[in-house]
């Protein structure tokens, strides 16, 4: 028993350094089985992020590669596939990074029961979050429902450093048979736009490595006075590796924090939206409910619209409201969207056209690269108002004023809507090779009136918020 292997399974957690499950299991000795599970809860995925994750899945099997162990893919229910692993290859333990997502966290208690009442070791390890999100508590044990004070409760703990890439991966004296990752076809829901998609991402534990250096280096002294401009670069885009694990949120942390202490200008600022991520993950553990009922139930009276046609045009960036549809459109050229463009076009589809913000929360889970559960949920039901920390009042933004704001010499509008550019580039006019060919769109058509006179949507919303009052 004292050479059995030990199974390893990844799930968002793509990467060797600080990887906390992944050290605790090199720290044996024992030989090592990394496994990638395509069970039905991945299967469930939307269409971009399950692309992206295959995206991740292959650059992280490379790497594992490089250091002399393999990543073995099998396909069906967790419980089911690790049992027949431990049968194959005679392991005396599974290992695995904890998720806090409902769903997931059902599945693996099943797998930990399962694999317990078989006599096989269960160990889950934390990694997915800074923190655990039941490690941050109130003065009274409770969990944070503000973010502010969450905030400087994160701010006041003692972080870990990061941990470094194990020396040694042991492999078995035998691997178990693999299934190949094509044949999963994990990018077939995207289509053609998969083309579009993938000359904007940076994938894999390296590539993560090197966003964060480039920030670090190039960008955070401007990030807090610009991070709002869409068309200015100065964000990090770590959310996308965040995502699948293909870096540490306590490695970004402690490259924040250094940069704090030498005194660079956007540092707070950028460790702060970090916490709002870790904010995220602790309301949906504490309260799974905001994934997908109003996290204020008097909210439940708000005559939000179910799906609609005008929801449909918010859907294709062909809302008649630039700084709304660039937003659409960059999500369809990139696979991301600025967060800037994510409130005002989220305040537009809740406020403007009075749709259900599970809507906007359901296309944004199958177009997003960067979808995560807790940080869509938070978003979209903050910008509804219907969730925590949401504004005292009504809040409602308006796109032109928001524009002239944030986009006032109209890079980030002309950079993505065609129709509006006297030459558009190649990001614009890429949005019409990426989107379904039933849409009909084509470059030369004529921009569309705006589905409903900001001013007329504005009071419509107030009235309707007014009337749920009452």
């Given at each position: 028993m004292a050479e059995a292997p030990l199974i390893l399974w990844f799930r968002r957690d793509l990467r060797l350094t600080d990887n906390q499950m992944?050290?605790?299991?090199?720290?044996?000795?024992?030989?090592?089985?990394?496994?990638?599970i395509l069970d039905p809860e991945t299967e469930a995925l939307g269409a971009a992020p399950k692309w992206r994750l295959g995206l991740g899945i292959e650059a992280f099997a490379r790497t594992l590669e490089r250091h002399g162990s393999r990543l073995i893919l099998r396909r069906g229910p967790a419980l089911q596939v690790l049992e027949a692993l431990v049968a194959e290859t005679g392991a005396a333990a599974v290992h695995w990074s904890r998720l806090c997502e409902r769903s997931w966290r059902a599945r693996d208690a099943a797998v930990k029961a399962g694999l317990k009442g078989r006599g096989t070791e269960a160990v889950s390890h934390p990694g997915h979050t800074l923190h655990e999100p039941w490690e941050i508590a109130t003065g009274q044990g409770a969990f944070y429902k503000v973010y502010t004070p969450f905030w400087k409760a994160v701010?006041?703990?003692?972080?870990?450093?990061?941990?470094?890439?194990?020396?040694?991966?042991?492999?078995?004296?035998?691997?178990?048979?693999?299934?190949?990752?094509?044949d999963w076809r994990l990018g077939a829901a995207m289509n053609r736009g998969a083309a579009v998609v993938a000359r904007h991402v940076r994938v894999g534990e390296a590539a993560a490595a090197e966003r964060l250096a480039e920030f670090i280096g190039n960008r955070?002294?401007?990030?807090?006075?610009?991070?709002?401009?869409p068309a200015v670069p100065v964000t990090s885009g770590l959310s996308e590796n965040l995502t699948y694990g293909e870096i540490s949120a306590r490695t970004v942390w402690h490259a924040g924090l250094r940069a704090l202490d030498e005194g660079r200008l956007g540092a707070e600022k950028f460790l702060q939206e970090l916490v709002w991520r870790e904010f995220a993950w602790h309301l949906l553990y504490h309260t799974p409910e905001i994934a997908s009922r109003n996290w204020r139930p008097d909210w439940d009276a708000f005559p939000w619209r179910k799906d609609n046609p005008d929801a449909e045009r918010w859907r294709r960036g062909m809302t008649g409201e630039p700084f709304v549809d660039a937003s659409m459109r960059e999500m369809f050229v990139t696979g991301t969207m600025h967060n800037r463009a994510r409130l005002i076009a989220g305040s537009y589809l809740t406020k403007h056209l009075m749709t259900d913000?599970?809507?906007?929360?359901?296309?944004?889970?199958?177009?997003?690269?960067?979808?995560?559960?807790?940080?869509?949920?938070?978003?979209?039901?903050?910008?509804?108002?219907?969730?925590?920390?949401?504004?005292?009042y009504f809040r409602i933004f308006n796109p032109a004023t928001q524009a002239e704001k944030f986009d006032a010499g109209g890079a980030y509008r002309e950079g993505f809507v065609a129709e509006?550019?006297?030459?558009?580039?190649?990001?614009?006019?890429?949005?019409?090779?990426?989107?379904?060919?039933?849409?009909?769109?084509?470059?030369?058509?004529?921009?569309?009136?705006?589905?409903?006179?900001?001013?007329?949507?504005?009071?419509?919303?107030?009235?309707?918020?007014g009337q749920r009052s009452r």
């Open positions: 992944l050290a605790a299991a090199a720290s044996t000795g024992r030989p090592l089985v990394p496994v990638f701010k006041a703990r003692e972080g870990v450093a990061p941990l470094p890439a194990p020396a040694r991966l042991a492999a078995p004296a035998a691997w178990p048979a693999s299934d190949r990752l094509d955070i002294d401007r990030y807090a006075a610009c991070r709002d401009q913000w599970r809507v906007g929360q359901a296309w944004f889970e199958d177009c997003l690269i960067d979808w995560d559960p807790a940080s869509n949920a938070l978003g979209w039901q903050w910008v509804a108002g219907s969730g925590p920390d949401a504004a005292p509006l550019a006297r030459r558009p580039g190649a990001r614009a006019l890429s949005f019409f090779e990426a989107v379904p060919r039933r849409w009909g769109l084509a470059p030369d058509q004529c921009y569309p009136d705006a589905v409903i006179p900001l001013a007329e949507g504005r009071e419509r919303a107030l009235a309707a918020y």
